[in-house]
């Protein structure tokens, strides 16, 4: 079992960036594919980014390509999204995911744990 803890969230001006992190309780953090989602008010939760076990793919919704970019550090049990060019339909609630899957997915049943959110509020 992986618990999730994400941190990096906060407000941010329009065109500016943040990073979020993502830690992992367990041991086997490395064989867990790792994905962000994020839900916005009134919305339902979508699909951001996700990256394959090993680190080596990474798959993108298409409204973060370019701006958005996933990343992780098995030797720290932490995933990353480091976010630039943030736009004020970028505020929302941002969640990490891990699934015992290969590659990246973006179906959000997937990834059986879930850590709390972290709120990204972005001002126009």
């Known amino acids: 079992q992986v618990q999730l803890v994400e941190s990096g969230g906060g407000l941010v001006q329009a065109g500016g960036s943040l990073r979020l992190s993502c830690a992992a309780s367990?041991?086997?953090?490395?064989?867990?594919?790792m994905g962000w989602f994020r839900q916005a008010p009134g919305k339902e939760r979508e699909f951001a980014a996700a990256?394959?076990?090993?680190?080596?793919?990474?798959l993108y919704a298409d409204y973060v390509k370019g701006r958005f970019t996933i990343s992780r550090d098995n030797a720290k049990n932490t995933v990353y999204l480091d976010m630039n060019s943030l736009k004020p339909e970028d505020t929302a609630v941002y969640y990490c995911?891990?699934?015992?899957?290969?590659?990246?997915?973006?179906?959000?049943?997937?990834?059986?744990?879930w850590g709390q959110g972290t709120q990204v509020t972005v001002s126009s």
């Open positions: 367990g041991r086997t953090f490395s064989s867990y594919a």
């Open positions: 990256i394959s076990w090993t680190g080596s793919s990474s």
């Open positions: 995911a891990a699934g015992l899957i290969a590659g990246p997915e973006a179906r959000a049943f997937r990834y059986p744990y």
